[in-house]
């Protein structure tokens, strides 16, 4: 029997159209600022495809270059004006100054993180009272809740503990139900973990970390890896010799990626609803973790 494929397109289409009318009942445009190192192409994609996609429901997206050999100092400086200068939300991409995190920049712009990685906000989401969370980590656990992936009393295994994937969507699956493991590339006997997990999410960011033969016939493999190949084509950190391995898995591309984008803007939605004291249509995802 082969695998069952998790699309995100269907849930994707679905916050796009929520989003549309959201932004039609504000009243105004939103606008979200995002910060790219000069140079780095998969940033600059990434910032295009945020333009594209932003542009179909009525968000605005400025794109901002910063150089990271300028320092933190100038970095800073640089948020400080778009939070002066009308955005709603910010989002920076990596890679950073030296001796610079997310954290620390954003911490003193918390009503503009709509990605949730200052401190206040990972607080907030370990006490399951998150406003905002990354949005890959966010779009991992929607997705398989749009697919009716059971997560309470699920064994899951995430490899990677990043500040903006695997740390804050381990928090979301054991606030789910799920008992949690985190692993990365120094985890000792790592194939006995994935032996036993039932849910694997791949964010370590390295292709075939695992080995297809560790995983059980009835797991589920989210990934969140993108890869360019030489060919120009992408794959995740999983691959087809994995798939036919498990019962379920998120393709890449068409996965976790199309609904990633939407998350992001769906926070930037809300973000502008709470600065200008309007109510906002967009349901909060984090509803029933609360309830």
């Not at 916050?15 to 549309?20: H, V, Y």
């Not at 050999?69 to 800073?76: E, K, M, P, Y």
């Not at 990605?115 to 905002?132: D, I, K, M, N």
């Not at 903006?164 to 790592?190: E, N, Y």
Request: charged letters at 20%.
């Amino acid at each position: 029997m082969s695998a069952t494929e998790l699309g995100g397109r269907e849930l994707a289409a679905a916050l796009q159209q929520e989003l549309i009318s959201a932004v039609s009942a504000l009243g105004f445009t939103p606008r979200l600022d995002v910060f790219a190192p000069e140079g780095d192409e998969a940033s600059a994609h990434y910032g295009r495809m945020i333009v594209r996609l932003a542009a179909k429901i009525g968000v605005n997206v400025k794109l901002v270059a910063f150089d990271p050999a300028h320092g933190v100092d100038s970095l800073r400086e640089q948020l400080r004006t778009s939070a002066s200068d009308g955005a709603h939300g910010i989002q920076v991409h990596k890679p950073l100054p030296n001796h610079c995190t997310l954290s620390e920049l954003l911490e003193p712009l918390a009503g503009l993180d709509v990605e949730g990685v200052g401190p206040a906000h990972v607080g907030r989401l370990l006490a399951q009272r998150a406003s905002f969370v990354p949005c890959t980590a966010l779009a991992v656990w929607r997705l398989l809740a749009w697919h009716q992936v059971p997560l309470d009393g699920t064994g899951a295994l995430v490899l990677g503990r990043s500040d903006i994937v695997g740390s804050p969507l381990a928090a979301l699956l054991q606030h789910s139900g799920a008992t949690v493991t985190v692993a990365h590339r120094r985890t000792k006997d790592l194939a006995s973990l994935v032996a036993q997990a039932e849910l694997i999410v791949s964010a370590a960011g390295q292709r075939d970390l695992v080995d297809p033969e560790w995983i059980r016939p009835d797991a589920v493999l989210a990934d969140v890896g993108h890869h360019v190949l030489e060919d120009g084509s992408v794959r995740g950190d999983f691959s087809a010799a994995h798939h036919v391995r498990c019962r379920a898995f998120t393709p890449v591309p068409g996965g976790v990626g199309p609904v990633t984008t939407y998350c992001l803007l769906e926070a930037v939605v809300r973000a502008a609803a709470i600065q200008s004291g309007r109510a906002c249509s967009v349901r909060d995802p984090l509803r029933r973790l609360r309830s």
